[in-house]
């Protein structure tokens, strides 16, 4: 069955460091791929996606993932994490073809310290 | 509208009630997608829509649920005799075309919070 797993339930990295939040997912042949970031009380807002192409994609609020198709991972990088970035942030994964079903991983929630 | 827009943002009934919510796509997105996220987790995937047609309704937990979108714009999610494990926050998204079929992402709504007592 597709699936997406995001590893790391919650991070906690220091204003100003590097970041890495980790996605890999399950699925036979290679899909439409997503990052989104949730705040409280909110909905989501998309902050990058892959769909061909250039391996390296860069979204908004500095991010960027590296789709590793030999590791069926889409992780999302930032250089230097700023404390508006503290939110949960979802993978996902939309099969190709025709469906317009998302598959979200469970999550990553973001703890940025001072 | 600017954005895709859900009411109500907040819901709260008794279990046995039925409720309705409802999704305002991005003007001019004619597929429309619901998702049900329970406290603490992923998002999982209800129904959508392509025009007025829902070709997937894999995701609806039950007969219970039901959906509807009329003149490729509004669409209403109800649940019949709402149970407590029906509470969580319903989330609506709008595309301009199916996202499998191309590279269409989905844009979400802040949801609905649904709350049964």
């Known amino acids: 069955a597709q699936s997406v797993t995001q590893p790391d339930i919650h991070i906690t990295v220091s204003e100003g460091a590097s970041l890495e939040l980790r996605c890999n997912y399950s699925?036979?042949?290679?899909?439409?791929l997503f990052w989104y970031v949730q705040s409280p009380g909110q909905g989501l807002q998309l902050l990058l996606k892959y769909f061909s192409g250039d391996t390296l994609v860069q979204g908004i609020k500095g991010f960027e993932a590296e789709f590793k198709r030999s590791q069926s991972s889409f992780n999302l990088r930032k250089p230097s994490v700023h404390w508006s970035d503290a939110a949960e942030y979802f993978c996902a994964v939309a099969p190709s073809g025709n469906t317009g079903k998302l598959i979200f991983g469970q999550g990553t929630t973001l703890q940025v310290k001072p | 509208g600017a954005g895709v827009s859900q009411s109500p943002s907040n819901k709260v009934t008794e279990k046995g009630k039925d409720v309705e919510l409802r999704c305002d796509p991005i003007s001019g997105h004619t597929a429309l997608y619901w998702y049900r996220q329970r406290l603490g987790q992923g998002l999982e995937f209800l129904i959508y829509?392509?025009?007025?047609?829902?070709?997937?309704k894999s995701g609806l937990p039950s007969d219970r649920f039901s959906a509807e979108r009329t003149g490729e714009s509004v669409s209403t999610l109800t649940i019949q005799r709402t149970q407590q494990e029906d509470s969580a926050v319903y989330l609506c998204?709008?595309?301009?075309?199916?996202?499998?079929?191309?590279?269409?992402?989905?844009?979400f709504g802040d949801g609905t919070r649904l709350s049964i007592l």
């Open positions: 998204a709008s595309s301009f075309g199916v996202t499998g079929r191309g590279n269409q992402p989905q844009h």
């Open positions: 829509f392509q025009g007025n047609s829902a070709p997937d």
């Open positions: 699925y036979g042949a290679t899909p439409y």
